[in-house]
């Protein structure tokens, strides 16, 4: 594996200020059969450690059905979730959803994990948000007269017990006394079903992984269709053998390793009609999550190729690698019915991941079917995917993870490369359609890493969105932040 190349850090302020950044005179790849034009980018916010997952809140779903079977649209923001998606509110479509290793002054749940928080930031403002490193502090929820504000946090007034702590039937939740956020890695902003759906390493990338639903007050979700479940997924706490009735799960598997990536799938195919997503683990593992019947398997260990040991370079930085996750319901091979694209950073691919239908009815889920690979010269550790155009009107699958049907063969996506800090847009086949480095006053981006990517909510078939936003940590000191450019 390549070592990142990276010049001497001079540190998260010497880009947001203006510093000269040195650049790296390593040469571009002579494979590469597009030219790399430079992109300039603004720096939005700094002081965020760990800058991780990144998405537009955007806009929730409201009216129509959900297939199969016509299932009515779940009302995903019900009245009373109206002051949360507001002009200036924590989920104003406008703004941006970002993970981060820091609780920001909030004090930490105890024996469940590691610090970590979702901010909900305006990208409007001319001027780079400098986040102050306590603001969280003694209950605190807002900063920089409200540009930033706390969405979620591992910390006791976040805990799953809060909205689900209630016997019901002699029953608690399996996970009352965990977050839903801790060391978030991943990151589904669900506007089809209306909730907020984070993929977490608490213990690192191999200890026990969770995920949760996360309502737009960044509790895990009230009044759950599983009083055992709550809003959190953990480890084999929340399997359906140990959450239903059913003597055992229909695909084995758990949250063995910390939650690297997800995405939603959409509604069931068991005729529930309650949604589905998948966490991708470290050890290259895939979980699908039954928001009724919790957690079967969906692929072993392994079908993505794991980031668990496998660039010793880039574990020994202070940013955590993870996988980029997106979903395809479009335009599919016969017998498939949805296709994730998973970024496997330290091989330079991206793995194709075909969906099925598996077991017999009432009792199916979704099923592995093939896996292929994207090669191309121009992935240099591929850390993050986004949609160019994301589905942003379909209630089955609304979400920032999932590729709108465009015209033609569907959505582009963008590629975040960490290894040079470029921005690939690729077709779904594989084919590159331009590739973009970063600048910042001018000067290439060369002390910091890509660490997250997202685009704004406004593309359309022949238009690319208005922004990229993208998030960047420093490899030595673990400081992040918040990048926006142009979309191309």
Same mark, same amino acid.
């Given at each position: 594996?390549?070592?990142?190349?990276?010049?001497?850090?001079?540190?998260?302020?010497?880009?947001?200020?203006?510093?000269?950044?040195?650049?790296?005179?390593?040469?571009?790849?002579?494979?590469?059969?597009?030219?790399?034009?430079?992109?300039?980018?603004?720096?939005?916010?700094?002081?965020?450690?760990?800058?991780?997952?990144?998405?537009?809140?955007?806009?929730?779903?409201?009216?129509?059905?959900?297939?199969?079977?016509?299932? /009515?649209?779940?009302?995903?923001?019900?009245?009373?979730?109206?002051?949360?998606?507001?002009?200036?509110?924590?989920?104003?479509?406008?703004?941006?959803?970002?993970?981060?290793?820091?609780?920001?002054?909030?004090?930490?749940?105890?024996?469940?994990?590691?610090?970590?928080?979702?901010?909900?930031?305006?990208?409007?403002?001319?001027?780079?948000?400098?986040?102050?490193?306590?603001?969280?502090?003694?209950?605190?929820?807002?900063?920089?007269?409200?540009?930033?504000?706390?969405?979620? $946090?591992?910390?006791?007034?976040?805990?799953?017990?809060?909205?689900?702590?209630?016997?019901?039937?002699?029953?608690?939740?399996?996970?009352?006394?965990?977050?839903?956020?801790?060391?978030?890695?991943?990151?589904?902003?669900?506007?089809?079903?209306?909730?907020?759906?984070?993929?977490?390493? /608490?213990?690192?990338?191999?200890?026990?992984?969770?995920?949760?639903?996360?309502?737009?007050?960044?509790?895990?979700?009230?009044?759950?269709?599983?009083?055992?479940?709550?809003?959190?997924?953990?480890?084999?706490?929340?399997?359906?053998?140990?959450?239903?009735?059913?003597?055992?799960?229909?695909?084995?598997?758990?949250?063995?390793?910390?939650?690297?990536?997800?995405?939603?799938?959409?509604?069931?195919?068991?005729?529930?009609?309650?949604?589905?997503?998948?966490?991708?683990?470290?050890?290259?593992?895939?979980?699908?999550?039954?928001?009724?019947?919790?957690?079967?398997?969906?692929?072993?260990?392994?079908?993505?190729?794991?980031?668990?040991?496998?660039?010793?370079?880039?574990?020994?930085?202070?940013?955590?690698?993870?996988?980029?996750?997106?979903?395809?319901?479009?335009?599919?091979?016969?017998?498939?019915?949805?296709?994730?694209?998973?970024?496997?950073?330290?091989?330079?691919?991206?793995?194709?991941?075909?969906?099925?239908?598996?077991?017999?009815?009432?009792?199916?889920?979704?099923?592995?079917?093939?896996?292929?690979?994207?090669?191309? $010269?121009?992935?240099?550790?591929?850390?993050?995917?986004?949609?160019?155009?994301?589905?942003?009107?379909?209630?089955?699958?609304?979400?920032?993870?999932?590729?709108?049907?465009?015209?033609?063969?569907?959505?582009?996506?963008?590629?975040?490369?960490?290894?040079?800090?470029?921005?690939?847009?690729?077709?779904?086949?594989?084919?590159?359609?331009?590739?973009?480095?970063?600048?910042?006053?001018?000067? /290439?981006? +060369?002390?910091? $890493?890509?660490?997250?990517? $997202?685009?704004?909510?406004?593309?359309? +078939?022949?238009?690319?969105?208005?922004?990229?936003?993208?998030?960047?940590?420093?490899?030595?000191?673990?400081?992040?932040?918040?990048?926006?450019?142009?979309?191309?």
């Amino acid at each position: 594996m390549r070592r990142i190349g990276r010049t001497t850090a001079l540190g998260i302020m010497a880009v947001a200020t203006g510093i000269t950044v040195l650049a790296s005179d390593a040469p571009w790849r002579d494979a590469r059969a597009h030219a790399v034009v430079a992109i300039p980018a603004r720096v939005v916010a700094v002081n965020i450690p760990g800058a991780s997952a990144i998405a537009q809140i955007g806009t929730f779903v409201s009216g129509g059905t959900l297939s199969p079977g016509n299932c /009515p649209n779940p009302s995903p923001i019900p009245s009373k979730f109206s002051a949360y998606t507001g002009t200036g509110a924590v989920l104003d479509p406008k703004r941006l959803l970002v993970g981060s290793r820091s609780n920001f002054g909030a004090p930490l749940a105890m024996g469940v994990g590691q610090e970590g928080s979702f901010l909900s930031i305006d990208p409007s403002g001319r001027n780079t948000l400098i986040v102050p490193p306590k603001f969280a502090s003694g209950g605190n929820r807002s900063a920089l007269g409200g540009y930033v504000q706390m969405f979620s $946090a591992n910390s006791p007034d976040w805990l799953n017990s809060v909205n689900n702590n209630i016997m019901t039937n002699g029953v608690l939740p399996n996970t009352a006394r965990y977050a839903g956020v801790s060391n978030p890695l991943g990151l589904s902003n669900n506007n089809g079903f209306g909730r907020i759906w984070p993929a977490n390493a /608490p213990f690192g990338d191999i200890g026990t992984g969770s995920s949760s639903i996360l309502d737009p007050t960044g509790l895990p979700l009230a009044g759950p269709p599983n009083k055992e479940i709550g809003g959190v997924y953990v480890g084999r706490r929340t399997n359906r053998n140990v959450v239903t009735t059913q003597p055992q799960q229909i695909i084995p598997g758990a949250l063995n390793a910390g939650g690297v990536g997800t995405a939603l799938l959409g509604p069931s195919p068991d005729g529930t009609c309650k949604a589905v997503f998948v966490v991708v683990t470290a050890n290259g593992a895939i979980v699908q999550e039954h928001t009724l019947y919790g957690l079967d398997g969906l692929a072993p260990p392994g079908t993505v190729r794991p980031i668990l040991g496998g660039n010793g370079d880039a574990q020994q930085e202070a940013n955590e690698p993870r996988f980029g996750v997106i979903m395809n319901p479009y335009n599919l091979p016969a017998g498939v019915v949805r296709q994730l694209l998973v970024s496997e950073s330290f091989y330079d691919t991206i793995a194709v991941v075909n969906l099925t239908v598996f077991g017999t009815a009432p009792f199916q889920v979704f099923g592995l079917g093939s896996v292929s690979r994207i090669r191309s $010269a121009a992935l240099n550790i591929p850390v993050d995917l986004a949609p160019v155009e994301r589905n942003t009107d379909d209630a089955n699958w609304a979400s920032n993870t999932t590729l709108d049907e465009g015209s033609g063969s569907g959505s582009d996506f963008y590629v975040a490369n960490q290894g040079d800090n470029t921005i690939v847009r690729m077709k779904q086949d594989g084919t590159v359609v331009a590739i973009a480095r970063i600048t910042v006053n001018g000067q /290439p981006l +060369d002390d910091v $890493a890509l660490n997250g990517i $997202a685009a704004s909510t406004d593309a359309t +078939d022949s238009t690319p969105p208005s922004t990229i936003f993208a998030t960047f940590v420093d490899p030595n000191s673990g400081q992040g932040g918040i990048l926006a450019m142009p979309g191309f």
